[in-house]
Each structure stands twice: as C-alpha cells, then as structure tokens.
C-alpha cells in the first residue's frame, strides 16, 4: 500500500514555528510576565501577583470603556448587515453596471483606515467640511468635537460608510451563487420579492453572511484608529472605546502592568471570539 | 543573551513551562494514541485537543471570575480549573 503520509514534512512547519515565536510568542510571554510585576524601569520591578488583573477588573472606566464598545459594535453590525443585503438585492446583474458597482463599493475598502479618519474629520467640520456644513445649513447644531451624541454619530456614519461595502460584496456573491433553477421554480410557484428573499435568497446567504457577522464583529471590536483620528476618544471618554483606552494607558501613561493585565484581558476575549467564529464557520463541515 | 526585557519571573516561568510540558504530554498521547472526533456534553463534535484549548480558555475565565467576583484566594480557583479542565477533556 502506498504511504499518503510523511512525518518529515513536519520539519517545513519549522520556519513558521520560528517566525510565530518571535512575532507572537515571545511578546505574549513578556505581557504576562509584565502583568504580574510593577514595572518602574529596566531592571527596576516588583512582584505583585494578581494584583493588576483584580484591580483591572475594577475598574469603572473600564467597565464603561467595554460597554461603549459593546455598543458601537451592536449598532455597527444592526445597521451594516441588513443595509449591505439590502444594497447586494438593488446591484444589477448583468451589463457594465455590474463593474461600475463593484468598483465604486470596492473604493472604501481600499482606503488606509487612518485616511479615512481624516476624511471624516474634515467632511464633518462645520467650517471647511462639505459635510458638517450642510448640517449647518440645514439649521441643525452639529458639532461632532464637543457634542457626545454628534461624535457618536459621524463615528457610526463613517464605520457605515467605510465597510457596509464588505458586506455588500459578500451578500452580492452569495447571491450570484445561487442556482437560477431556484428563481424559476418560485417563479412557477407564484412567490412574489419578498418570498423569494425570505425563503430562497436569505437561507443561501446564511454562509457568508456568517462570515461578514463575524468579520464585523472582530474588526469593530478592535477598532482603534479611526476614532482616534476623528475625536481621539472625546469628547470627554464618550468615544473612547477598548483599544484606545489601552493604547492610553500603556503608551501614554507608561502603566506596563495594568495594561499589560489590560490587554491580556482583551486578548481572552478576542480568543474567545475567534473560536466561537471558528465553530461556527466549521459547524456543518466534514473535519 | 540578556533577557532581562522580558521581566521573567518563577511564577510565570513555570507558568508556562507548564504549558509547554501540557502540549508535549499531548503531542507524546496523540502519537501513542491517535485522537478520535467525538461528540459529548459541548455542543459540537471535538478533539482531543479542542477539548483542552476550551478547558484551557474556559479555566481562564474562571480566574478572571474569581479574582473579579470574589476576595478569596487564586489557589481555590487554580483547584477548581483543573477539575474544570479534567471534566471537560473526559466529558466535553
């Protein structure tokens, strides 16, 4: 019988090994090893035990720092999911309109995400940006630096703006996926739009809908550089969500400990995240 | 080769020697006795090594619960992850 296995191919998998240990491994061990010591300077450091990771867990700042989080995230994803569908079902199917859409939805995405920061920051002003002065003239008090709610909002717009388009482009090739068989048979059934979405075109696109949920999910969850461009987290703390507050309390205030017990929190959860993403991607599939 | 950057300590030393020794113990079980996919009390089908990574995961939340929820020692919750870990390897 012919052998399908070789052990020996497990010396490739030594490169990555060696380059995973460096970007990831080491870095990991010294925030652990950061998270149980009060860190003062080189060489300077006390042990503290859980000290940091029970007064992390404290911390009221923290807890409204992960509620806004929470939050954003859920707005995020009520607004893009449905919409991006919602734009996949209006895009043409066939003819030149089909390029121009894709590339006019591609554009946002290609943008770097610091670039979008700014963008907003400037379309929102109400002084030089084409945005926040429109609101202005509409006779609407907007002022996106200084009002929470306002802040609030351009942040959801710009989210919107930048990735709904991801969505969008997952939806619309699921729906090119499905069989036009199904189309016909509705057709000779009598279903009318909304039937063939709610029975046909929804349960086709459950597949990469999960993904963009998913996607989503993870990528808001981490967002970190373009409310940092647009309010660096203010007003106030109304906008400052997990990331910032820890890149704040790491870089900013040179607090290694706490926010190495932080981010080891964070990072739980974000492992957390990514297995319940993994199960359910893999869920119905042969393993 | 200085490591003093990367503040060792015994605690996490071991730690994570610990871990290490876990997954070596894992790859020397897989290789006696390969795992088989099984389905029990989680609610998808796992590994043998599935089952450690959420008893590991699972453990850590624990820890975290305990330090946040209530003022006794970590050992208490050191104890009750490994019966946590044990259970969810034999009946997960």
Not at chain 1, 85 to 106: D, K
Not at chain 1, 109 to 117: E, R, T
Not at chain 1, 251 to 258: I, K, M, R, T
């Amino acid at each position: 019988m012919k052998r399908t296995e070789n052990p020996r191919a497990w010396w490739l998998v030594l490169p990555v090994l060696a380059v995973v240990a460096f970007s990831a491994l080491i870095p990991l061990m010294t925030v652990v090893n950061y998270s149980v010591q009060d860190i003062f300077g080189p060489g300077q450091r006390v042990f503290v035990g859980a000290e940091w990771f029970r007064e992390i867990l404290h911390d009221e700042r923290l807890h409204s720092a992960f509620a806004r989080q929470l939050g954003f995230t859920a707005s995020v994803l009520s607004i893009e999911l449905p919409l991006g569908v919602a734009i996949a079902l209006a895009m043409p199917t066939r003819g030149a309109g089909v390029s121009a859409c894709l590339v006019i939805l591609a554009l946002p995405l290609l943008i770097p995400w610091n670039v979008v920061g700014t963008i907003w920051q400037i379309f929102g002003r109400a002084d030089i940006g084409l945005g926040g002065a429109f609101v202005h003239a509409l006779g609407i008090d907007y002022n996106y630096a200084q009002n929470p709610a306002d802040a609030w909002l351009t942040l959801l717009v710009m989210d919107v703006w930048h990735w709904t388009s991801l969505v969008a482009l997952l939806a619309y090739a699921g729906l090119r996926a499905i069989p036009e068989a199904y189309y016909q048979a509705a057709q000779i059934d009598g279903a009318g739009a909304f039937g063939v979405f709610h029975h046909i075109q929804l349960p086709r696109l459950r597949g990469v809908l999960t993904i963009a949920l998913l996607l989503r999910l993870m990528d808001s969850f981490v967002i970190y550089t373009e409310p940092f461009v647009l309010t660096g987290g203010g007003p106030g703390n109304a906008t400052t969500f997990l990331s910032q507050y820890l890149a704040r309390m790491a870089v900013g205030q040179f607090d290694l400990g706490p926010a190495a017990a932080f981010s080891l929190i964070y990072f739980l959860v974000i492992l957390a995240l990514c297995f319940v993403f993994f199960t359910v991607l893999t869920a119905g599939e042969e393993r | 080769m200085d490591l003093e950057w990367m503040a060792w300590t015994l605690p996490t030393a071991v730690f994570f020697l610990g871990i290490a020794a876990l997954l070596l113990g894992m790859t020397f079980w897989q290789h006696l006795s390969p795992t088989r996919l099984r389905r029990g009390l989680l609610p998808i089908p796992t590994t043998r090594g599935d089952r450690l990574f959420v008893g590991l995961l699972a453990s850590a939340f624990l820890h975290l619960a305990w330090l946040a929820l209530t003022p006794f020692s970590l050992w208490i919750a050191l104890g009750l992850s490994v019966l946590l870990l044990v259970s969810v390897l034999r009946l997960g």
